[in-house]
């Protein structure tokens, strides 16, 4: 039986919580003054929060499901135990997504209390299992704005769940109060603010999820309270269940989630769209093994450990995320073949003005042609995205979204005087002169624009540097605060007349 065990742990993302850190939890949660009539428990398990919730509150109804029907014995036959009966207390055995728990909660006393740690798994998890513990199809597509929300196909599910949650509360007065990942408590904050849901008070309290759960993840005890007055846009985020004192607060300012709103609030003037500087992402082309190729000192291999025979015109010195850093070595050096000008162009020029490039493409056309992103369809053979006249500009300010912090590299030609490119896990500003390089960077480097950008950065995302990001600093008005206007006018207005040039050579030499 043990396999059956671990699928079936996976399935309903099952880990218990302990007793213990329930308990404390509701405690925490009692310590600020909530007062439940009724508290909702909906995928119980074993029952730890039924229980602290009972002991918080004593005079609250509790109203608790679970889909597993040996948990649900377990719990009803613990709370006979301890206190001889179920009075307040009722217990269903029963599937959320099959239950019309709305109906079920509209009857309930308020204030609601909505509490436990719903399933830790992803839709994509049990889509790899074929598991069917997932929302009906039109309940998941009927809810209004939920594709916005959920953005992709894969989503946690208790953030489905909680979002249900959210609209039970509609109207009325109460709170979610949920252990789940620290990423699904900011998508739902994103959520209610962004639809002006009427937040009360929100609250994060950082957990040990490797203690509690031997789970590597970022969790918290999430707090979100609802009323129909409520209209507080910042959460108070605690570095756990024993902090009184929030360590930051998150928030939504100005249309967006901040991580940090003082630091935000302190630097905000410098937000603003940048009319002369715009932030682009690195190459993309989606087949590295064909369209990257590595310099031993004596060839060129691709992905394929293939040795290419090919002309330079169309290789690039190619820098990724990990060589921006700076801390490979750099005796094998990395480069890309940049088959367009500019987006959509055509590639049947290759053919003529370098023929083994086109043949080496030609040859490896099954692989390029099987790139599964829908961009590709219907362009030009052999397409790349994220390249324009920018792509070909000599210095670059670059930076990496992976990074874990804002550092941001000045790179410039390489030896040969080609420019170098980057793939699209690195953004970067591109400028005409080393000085005007070095003056970005010096901008982008200065303790408010740091400050302005950390305190948007949410830093344990996967990729926690974007373009979205970048594009909110507005460099000319760093420049101005920073006494550097006057420079800072001159390369941008100098760039514009440089731009405008490129692009007329371009042409002329398409022609
Ligand atoms: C992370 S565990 C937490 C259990 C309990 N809330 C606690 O805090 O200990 C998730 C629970 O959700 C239950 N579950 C999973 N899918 C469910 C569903 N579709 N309906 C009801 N319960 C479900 C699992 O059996 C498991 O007990």
New binding site residues.
Partial sequence: MAPRKAKTTCE??????PDEL?SKALTVLKETGLDPASVV??????G??VIAADDAFPGATILA????EQ?VAYLKERILKKKGSLDNITISN????ETDWSSEIEKLQEPLLIT?????VTSAALGAIQSS?LPKKSNFHGYAGLDAIMGKSNFDISEWMILRNLDWLNGRHGAIAM?CKTSVARKILSHAWRNKLPVNRAAIYAIDAMASFGAAVDACFFVLEIAPEGHANDCAVFDSLDSRIPENKIGFHDGMMVSDVDGYLENRHLCGNDPHYVWRSGIKHDCSRIMELTYTGSEFLNGNDEEIDIEDSLLYPMLKSSDLGGKRKKERKKYMIVTQRSIGDSTSYISESAPKTWSYLQENSSQLNARASSIYKGKPEFSIFGVGDYTFMPWKVAISGFYKNLEFKVVGPSDSGKPVVFDDTVYFLACWSEEEAHLLHRLLMSKEAQNLLSSMTFWNDKRPITVDLLKRLNLGKVAKQAGLEQEYMRHALGRSERNKQMTLSFSSAAE
């Fill in positions: 309903f993302g099952d880990f218990q919580t329930a428990e909906l995928t119980c398990g074993r730890a929060f499901g679970e889909v597993n948990y029963c599937n959320f997504f436990g740690n719903y399933p830790w513990n252990l």
